[in-house]
């Protein structure tokens, strides 16, 4: 099973939208089974609240059930050991990964845009800030990612269902 985490800083916009867009392409592919997908953030803010409305809000409308799942949560020290990827939404949570990560596991950590291959961009725009809109566009982006991280995964070793290199061997 490859373990796959997505991070943004309050864990109620961007890496629920991004966990819930990968989950959405995984049961379209029927591929659910050979991953485990989740989201945190790298600030505590937020703990246990459910994704912001405008973000449900986005997913639901594209039949992304699970974005009603998501409960924030912070990255803890297991996580780093748990998971095969971690995918910041931006360069400023890679960096607060980068700092709480055992340098046994900083080979996990990436961009997820520049590790999922999408171009024109490096991050992904928090849009909490800002209108519904944002939202959209981050929910496109997330979209590509999947896309993009599914590509990625399906022309590496262990594509083909066998375990992907690095990931858990435990099922």
Request: aromatic content about 8%; glycine content about 10%.
């Amino acid at each position: 099973m490859i373990r796959i985490l997505m991070v943004c800083m309050g864990n109620i916009c961007r890496s629920p939208m991004a966990s819930c867009a990968l989950q959405g392409l995984l049961e379209q592919r029927q591929q659910g089974h050979r991953f485990e997908v989740d989201s945190a953030g790298t600030y505590a803010g937020h703990q246990g609240e459910p994704a912001d409305p405008r973000a449900i809000a986005v997913a639901s409308a594209r039949g992304y059930g699970a974005i009603h799942n998501e409960r924030a949560r912070r990255v803890v020290p297991d996580d780093f050991a748990r998971f095969d990827l971690i995918l910041a939404m931006d360069r400023d949570n890679l960096m607060h990964l980068e700092h709480q990560c055992p340098s046994q596991f900083r080979h996990k950590l990436h961009l997820y845009l520049v590790y999922a291959g999408v171009t024109g961009t490096t991050e992904v725009p928090d849009p909490y800030y800002g209108k519904a809109d944002g939202f959209e566009a981050v929910m496109r982006l997330c979209e590509a990612g999947a896309q993009g991280l599914m590509a990625r995964l399906d022309t590496e070793p262990g594509g083909d269902g066998h375990v992907w290199p690095g990931a858990s061997k435990s099922r």
